[in-house]
């Protein structure tokens, strides 16, 4: 238990400051097999004085914009809107201030750290302003007194990652446009049509404008600026998801794959952007999403062909994660992760017939591991982009990204000014590297899982090894670093999908090869969506 000793203040705290639970969120509720996903089109909107959004209906259709007014809800009809952000003056400064617990590359990472805390006794929620954190939930640290306690208590306790940001106002940027001569400043704005499709750009004549079906509403987030929130349903959401994360050329069983992928990850995720109060976004850090604007007849089919259909295990909906190229071999969660490890996401031999048997050449061996990065053939993805590739990078350059690295994260040592050496020291049965260490001038630092990927500029995976550069005068230059595989490698590989889709393979089969022991089952209303 965390701070034993201070525990029970905080629970008077708590009592003092109870948060509010609504009726609706204590029923039960049928849950929808084509919900409706809030997904974060635009992000941090107002970020910039010079942000704008230009909203536009189709040709001989209307936008309708709802938003509240000092007496009543108002609408407006217009064909075209732009928001653009101005400053309001606060009548007084305003303290803006949270609980940094910690910073990650992944939310897979942040969420587990999440947990941690919580076993300690916090409560807790996670955020990306950038990257993902974990910060002290706000709704129960919500004084100055407490975060402050809270931050003391932390250091008592060895806790030295951990901080307070704070932020005096005395200004807040606020959305607005003009419609019939007329000013509006709102925070809040619902936008519909009567044809349920909406174009959004952020510059004029923009020529490759979003095209988004459902409705648009622009919201506030938790860092003080603004996201416009797609409302649109599942299937809906799926047609502006698969033909950009794996195209809409593959063979018609790898479209289907990375269809019934993209579906339960995104029921999977519903949560993981509780504190901005919709559920995902529209980039890599979920799933890239681009609404209507590229629809293809081949993707369609492929989500009317697996519609309803997810990928469980024991029941449940997986972690149905997927990535560009492996580089031969696919990596257990917890190469990547930290956490409970999932039994379906094992690494697997990328290739249809048995060329390396990891149970007797485990590729943890350094010898063992760069025999099998001289491999070329037999793979899924051989020939493919990305399957092999080699970066040389200098001491200095790798150097300044580091600082940059240990910066963002509120990490020791960041004012280091040379690195001396870069080991690999821990690799897993998968060959993915697991620990790093580099030798600077200060410390040795040590590097994890993702985390490398973050730290250090050259890799796109973590499938690799490094030899040493020397100068003319055999002085250490830098290192090249050898590997193969584009993403974490954990789950499905895109590019190898093709392969055995070509081979003749069924979505099925692909989909149990890159996640053994699970099974494809209609989507029913028992099955719990979210985390």
Same mark, same amino acid.
């Given at each position: 238990m965390l701070f034993p000793k201070t525990l029970l203040s905080l629970f008077y705290f708590i009592l003092l400051f109870p948060? #509010?639970?609504?009726?609706?969120?204590?029923?039960p509720q049928a849950q929808n097999t084509n919900p409706t996903? @809030?997904?974060?089109?635009?992000? *941090?909107?107002?970020?910039?004085?010079?942000?704008? =959004?230009i909203l536009k209906a189709q040709p001989g259709d209307h936008l309708t914009l709802k938003f509240p007014s000092p007496q009543e809800n108002k609408q407006l009809h217009t064909e075209t809107v732009i928001l653009k952000i101005g400053v309001q003056p606060l009548p007084?400064?305003?303290?803006?201030?949270?609980?940094?617990? #910690?910073? *990650?590359r992944s939310y897979e990472n942040a969420e587990e750290d999440a947990q941690k805390w919580r076993s300690l006794g916090l409560e807790v929620e996670l955020a990306?302003? !950038?990257?993902?954190?974990?910060? +002290?939930?706000?709704?129960?640290?919500?004084? &100055?007194?407490?975060?402050?306690?809270?931050?003391?208590?932390?250091? +008592?306790?060895? *806790? @030295?990652?951990?901080?307070?940001?704070?932020?005096v106002l005395t200004q807040k940027p606020i959305p607005y446009w003009t419609a019939a001569g007329y000013?509006?400043?709102? /925070?809040? =704005?619902?936008?519909?049509?009567?044809? /349920?499709?909406?174009?959004? #750009?952020? @510059?004029?004549?923009?020529?490759? &404008?979003?095209?988004y079906g459902g409705s648009l509403q622009l919201q506030p987030d938790a860092y003080g600026t603004y996201t416009l929130v797609n409302n649109v349903p599942l299937e809906t959401y799926l047609r502006g998801v698969v033909p950009h994360e794996i195209g809409a050329w593959p063979p018609d069983a790898s479209i289907e794959a990375q269809a019934v992928l993209a579906r339960t990850y995104a029921l999977r995720n519903l949560r993981r952007f509780e504190a901005d109060n919709y559920h995902l976004c529209a980039n890599t850090d979920c799933q890239v999403y681009k609404g209507l604007t590229e629809v293809y007849p081949s993707t369609d089919q492929a989500i009317n062909v697996t519609k309803g259909l997810v990928l469980t295990y024991n029941n449940q909906l997986t972690d149905a994660v997927y990535f560009s190229t492996s580089g031969g071999v696919t990596a257990n969660y917890n190469d990547i992760w930290n956490g409970e490890p999932r039994p379906y996401l094992k690494g697997v031999i990328? +290739?249809?017939?048995?060329?390396? !048997? =990891?149970s007797q050449q485990n590729l943890a061996s350094e010898p063992n591991f760069r025999r099998f990065m001289n491999l070329q053939k037999g793979f899924n993805e051989t020939g493919e982009f990305d399957f092999r590739w080699r970066e040389e990078t200098t001491l200095e350059s790798m150097a300044a990204h580091l600082r940059l690295y240990l910066k963002r994260r509120n990490l020791p040592h960041s004012n280091f000014n040379t690195i001396q050496k870069v080991e690999i020291v821990e690799r897993s049965p998968t060959g993915r590297v697991l620990k790093m260490t580099v030798t600077t001038d200060q410390a040795v630092l040590e590097i994890s899982k993702d985390e490398i990927q973050s730290a250090f500029l050259p890799p796109i995976s973590t499938l690799f090894y490094i030899d040493p550069v020397f100068n003319p005068n055999k002085t250490l230059k830098g290192y090249v670093f050898v590997g193969g595989g584009f993403g974490h490698g954990?789950?499905?590989?895109?590019?190898? #999908?093709?392969n055995l889709a070509k081979l003749g393979w069924s979505n099925e089969q692909i989909l149990r090869f890159y996640f053994p022991g699970t099974q494809l089952q209609p989507l029913n209303s028992v099955m719990p969506f979210g985390n």
């Amino acid at each position: 238990m965390l701070f034993p000793k201070t525990l029970l203040s905080l629970f008077y705290f708590i009592l003092l400051f109870p948060t #509010s639970t609504s009726a609706e969120e204590q029923q039960p509720q049928a849950q929808n097999t084509n919900p409706t996903l @809030k997904i974060g089109v635009v992000q *941090h909107f107002g970020q910039k004085p010079t942000d704008q =959004l230009i909203l536009k209906a189709q040709p001989g259709d209307h936008l309708t914009l709802k938003f509240p007014s000092p007496q009543e809800n108002k609408q407006l009809h217009t064909e075209t809107v732009i928001l653009k952000i101005g400053v309001q003056p606060l009548p007084e400064p305003e303290v803006e201030e949270r609980v940094v617990l #910690s910073t *990650h590359r992944s939310y897979e990472n942040a969420e587990e750290d999440a947990q941690k805390w919580r076993s300690l006794g916090l409560e807790v929620e996670l955020a990306q302003p !950038d990257r993902w954190q974990v910060w +002290a939930k706000r709704s129960v640290y919500n004084t &100055p007194l407490l975060r402050r306690w809270l931050i003391d208590s932390l250091q +008592a306790q060895g *806790h @030295k990652i951990p901080r307070l940001e704070t932020q005096v106002l005395t200004q807040k940027p606020i959305p607005y446009w003009t419609a019939a001569g007329y000013r509006y400043n709102r /925070n809040q =704005l619902e936008i519909t049509t009567p044809q /349920n499709v909406i174009q959004v #750009s952020q @510059k004029p004549n923009d020529p490759q &404008p979003l095209v988004y079906g459902g409705s648009l509403q622009l919201q506030p987030d938790a860092y003080g600026t603004y996201t416009l929130v797609n409302n649109v349903p599942l299937e809906t959401y799926l047609r502006g998801v698969v033909p950009h994360e794996i195209g809409a050329w593959p063979p018609d069983a790898s479209i289907e794959a990375q269809a019934v992928l993209a579906r339960t990850y995104a029921l999977r995720n519903l949560r993981r952007f509780e504190a901005d109060n919709y559920h995902l976004c529209a980039n890599t850090d979920c799933q890239v999403y681009k609404g209507l604007t590229e629809v293809y007849p081949s993707t369609d089919q492929a989500i009317n062909v697996t519609k309803g259909l997810v990928l469980t295990y024991n029941n449940q909906l997986t972690d149905a994660v997927y990535f560009s190229t492996s580089g031969g071999v696919t990596a257990n969660y917890n190469d990547i992760w930290n956490g409970e490890p999932r039994p379906y996401l094992k690494g697997v031999i990328d +290739a249809p017939n048995k060329i390396w !048997d =990891l149970s007797q050449q485990n590729l943890a061996s350094e010898p063992n591991f760069r025999r099998f990065m001289n491999l070329q053939k037999g793979f899924n993805e051989t020939g493919e982009f990305d399957f092999r590739w080699r970066e040389e990078t200098t001491l200095e350059s790798m150097a300044a990204h580091l600082r940059l690295y240990l910066k963002r994260r509120n990490l020791p040592h960041s004012n280091f000014n040379t690195i001396q050496k870069v080991e690999i020291v821990e690799r897993s049965p998968t060959g993915r590297v697991l620990k790093m260490t580099v030798t600077t001038d200060q410390a040795v630092l040590e590097i994890s899982k993702d985390e490398i990927q973050s730290a250090f500029l050259p890799p796109i995976s973590t499938l690799f090894y490094i030899d040493p550069v020397f100068n003319p005068n055999k002085t250490l230059k830098g290192y090249v670093f050898v590997g193969g595989g584009f993403g974490h490698g954990v789950g499905m590989s895109q590019t190898g #999908s093709y392969n055995l889709a070509k081979l003749g393979w069924s979505n099925e089969q692909i989909l149990r090869f890159y996640f053994p022991g699970t099974q494809l089952q209609p989507l029913n209303s028992v099955m719990p969506f979210g985390n």
